[in-house]
């Protein structure tokens, strides 16, 4: 396993009741304006270590884990990724 930063991000106002909340993302938040407000702190994150991020502006918060591509949020949410506790 190896670690990637990131950040924790927390929506606490939004056009939508169901998009707020607290998640992942390796992009820091930018939403703040007329419907939106959040902040986010910087995190750690364990990955395998054939991990790879996809960088491009067309598929933020994508990874290649073991040749196949994942939205971070899918890969926490099937333990693939884990968010270290106080790093």
Known sequence: ???????????????????????????????????????????KLSVPDDTEIIDSPEYPDWLLIGGQAYHLSEAIGLRLVKPLRGA
Not at 1 to 6: G, H, N, R, S
Not at 7 to 20: A, I
């Open 1 to 43: 396993m190896k670690t990637i930063d990131a950040y924790r991000v927390t929506v606490t106002q939004s056009y939508r009741m169901d998009e707020q909340g607290t998640g992942y993302s390796l992009q820091p938040w930018q939403g703040d304006g007329r419907y939106y407000d959040g902040d986010c702190q910087p995190a």
